[in-house]
């Protein structure tokens, strides 16, 4: 039989990159983990790790290995910690990654009634626009929109569909001819909002007849973040969801732009590993999303 200890070691200087990080989280020292990863390579009369002076990765068996041994380990670490938790101490930490967006409308209204009944549940937002591996990345959960997720995932429904609009401020309207379709969008300055570095700006898209249209704007302004701020210094015409800007198109403070072709996407969905095993601050964080 293997020690639990040395594969926890393994698992931990694997995920962190670093013999360090992962004494930190042991409570030992680098060489005290370094010395456990020597004695299972030497047990197993196999390599799990390249090792230079500036990295650590897995070999293909040392990943084969983390892959297998990870949940189990995370399990057990989780049955141990629920044993000594009642309704009234529920510790722990939930580490959540989710766009911007997504914790805006579908997160962050949800979370002062877990703060006050339950004072020792610590949570951890990540904002990021593109997907991520949640479990290789150490994250509890993601929020994205829409279900269409891995196999090995489970997708829970954390908010209503999500509405998009186009908006502008009066002064940048003014003296220019408000748009009646989507082509004439082009004689506009148009704030496009790029995802990553690496790909086009995100599409525009709208429902005309039925049917989806997606308009790549031409943008003279580019963003990696929020388009609002700009939409509001009069630099243009943003896409943006309806939540974030309803009390300004109530005011008069934006006008909303091709309003009969507004698009409405499907919901954020939470999603998670598989496995049975969560932790009771997990599942209070994910029942207090769902309600």
């Known amino acids: 039989m293997q020690n639990l200890n040395d594969l926890r070691a393994f698992v931990l200087v694997a995920q962190h990159k670093s013999f360090t990080k992962a004494g930190e989280k042991l409570g030992v020292s680098a060489s005290a983990v370094s010395h456990c990863l020597s004695n299972l390579e030497n047990r197993l009369n196999i390599r799990l790790l390249n090792r230079t002076t500036r990295s650590i990765s897995p070999t293909p068996e040392g990943l084969m290995l983390l892959n297998d041994i990870s949940p189990y380990l995370q399990a057990i670490d989780l049955s141990i910690k629920k044993l000594s938790e009642n309704q009234d101490n529920i510790t722990g930490t939930v580490r959540i990654n989710a766009s911007q967006v997504a914790i805006e409308m579908a997160i962050l209204p949800k979370l002062a009634p877990i703060f006050e009944q339950f004072p020792h549940i610590n949570i951890e937002l990540f904002s990021e626009n593109r997907f991520v591996d949640i479990v290789g990345e150490g994250f509890d959960m993601g929020v994205r929109l829409g279900d269409d997720l891995a196999k090995d995932m489970v997708a829970v429904k954390i908010s209503p569909p999500l509405t998009t609009v186009l908006v502008a401020t009066p002064s940048y309207l003014q003296n220019k001819e408000i748009p009646k379709q989507i082509k004439k969008l082009d004689n506009h300055r148009l704030l496009g909002l790029r995802l990553e570095t690496d790909r086009e700006p995100i599409a ?8 989806l249209v997606s308009y790549v704007p031409k943008g003279q302004l580019i963003l990696n973040s ?7 210094n009069h630099l243009g015409i943003g896409f943006m969801p309806y939540f974030m800007v309803e009390n300004e198109l109530t005011s008069g403070e934006l006008v909303e732009i091709l309003g009969e072709f507004k698009m409405t996407y499907e919901p954020f969905y939470a999603y998670y590993p598989s496995r049975k095993h969560h932790s009771r601050a997990f599942e209070v964080v994910l029942q207090a999303l769902r309600e």
């Open 204 to 211: 525009w898209d709208f429902w005309v007849a039925g049917k």
């Open 226 to 232: 929020n388009p609002l701020p700009a939409v509001k």
